[in-house]
Nanobody, 116 residues
Framework: EVQLVESGGGLVQPGESLRLSCSAS????????MNWVRQAPGKGLEFVSH????????KYADSVQGRFTISRDNAKNMVYLQMNNLKIEDTAVYFC?????????RGQGTQVTVSS
């Protein structure tokens, strides 16, 4: 069974940092592109970042470029999202998603709340 489990969310103040983690199991992790997406209250899914299967290439949404960094450890079946200089508008539930960020399998999500 394919399983993705996110962790690392929490409540922080603007300007602070968080590191999200996603643990993958049930499939050959190193073969798949992995995404982070988010969903703010009352809004649809928003692409945040992706990383190719080898980790060689990454892509970011304009809204997080320069503040967030995606990485992966294929030996541990983990993907990470380092989030620095968090803003109030980053508040959302964050999901890791396998392959296609819209239709791919995703985890249950982890809540990130940025508030002063």
């Amino acid at each position: 069974e394919v399983q993705l489990v996110e962790s690392g969310g929490g409540l922080v103040q603007p300007g602070e940092s968080l590191r999200l983690s996603c643990s993958a199991s049930g499939f050959t992790f190193k073969r798949f592109l992995m995404n982070w997406v988010r969903q703010a209250p009352g809004k649809g899914l928003e692409f945040v970042s992706h990383i190719t299967s080898s980790g060689a290439y990454t892509k970011y949404a304009d809204s997080v470029q320069g503040r967030f960094t995606i990485s992966r450890d294929n030996a541990k079946n983990m993907v990470y999202l380092q989030m620095n200089n968090l803003k109030i508008e980053d508040t959302a539930v964050y999901f890791c998603v396998r392959d296609n960020w819209i239709t791919g399998i995703r985890g249950q999500g982890t809540q990130v709340t940025v508030s002063s």
